[in-house]
């Protein structure tokens, strides 16, 4: 069924949409040592590291479009082009991202719908294989978002959503990556809550005692 047509207009931009995706750009993490030649190798793997990043961001960009607006022109190649892009962490990172530019127009085509489905699916088993959770939780916050209206003869059309088709994936049930993802709510409560002011007169002992309990208070709101 079409969208109704109240769907607002597409979000700009493609920046990381979780904390959990905030240091995991593509890119490793390189230690230089005192030799020209791990200056060299340092230099040239970090270029080679940029090329797949911009690689992957282009592929994306021009790839994910397509699944919302013309998914029956995708062909075998450009899907088998799209499975060799998600087993590096730059391709999952920014199938992610451009998806999520995407999220202010959640009510899709049918078309539109089980293409996603299909492609949410490679991405997230290749997220659970490689652990890579900053793609894995955006896109499985986003399996809430996108749906298409059902039309039952006799009943108001009815929302289905992604995830009704991608609860299966493995990584709905890894203990890992739930644990990640908690850790990292926590970390994210952590940094935007304000420190409460306490009194002058407290010592040392109170004040750890204060700061235990404040620590406590935003890991039981997590596990809510």
Same mark, same amino acid.
């Given at each position: 069924m079409p969208c109704s047509s109240d769907s607002t207009s597409d979000q700009d931009g493609y920046g990381p949409s979780?904390?959990?995706d905030s240091n995991m750009d593509g890119r490793r993490i390189w230690q %230089? +040592?005192?030799?020209?030649g791990s200056v060299q190798s340092w230099a040239s793997s970090l270029s080679a590291d940029s090329q797949s990043e911009e690689a992957a961001a282009d592929f994306m960009k021009a790839f994910v479009p397509l699944l919302f607006d013309a998914p029956n022109t995708i062909d075998q190649e450009q899907k088998a082009n799209f499975g060799q892009m998600v087993l590096t962490e730059? #391709? %999952?990172? $920014?199938?992610?991202r451009v998806v999520n530019a995407r999220r202010a127009r959640a009510c899709v085509t049918e078309a539109s719908f089980y293409s996603l *489905?299909?492609?949410?699916?490679?991405?997230?088993?290749e997220c659970h294989e490689a652990d890579d959770f900053a793609p894995a939780k955006s896109l499985m916050n986003m399996c809430f978002t996108f749906y298409h209206e059902v039309e039952v003869? #006799?009943?108001e059309p009815y929302r289905e959503y992604l995830y009704t088709h991608l609860r299966v994936q493995?990584? $709905?049930t890894s203990m890992r990556f739930w644990t990640a993802a908690f850790f990292d709510a926590v970390q994210c409560e952590? *940094? +935007?809550r304000p420190v409460p002011p306490r009194p002058k007169s407290l010592d040392q002992e109170s004040l750890a005692a204060e700061d235990r309990k404040f620590q406590a208070n935003i890991v039981f709101g997590q596990l809510g």
């Open positions: 979780t904390s959990l %230089r +040592s005192g030799s020209s730059s #391709g %999952r990172i $920014w199938f992610s *489905a299909q492609h949410f699916a490679v991405a997230l088993f003869p #006799g009943l493995p990584i $709905w952590r *940094a +935007s």
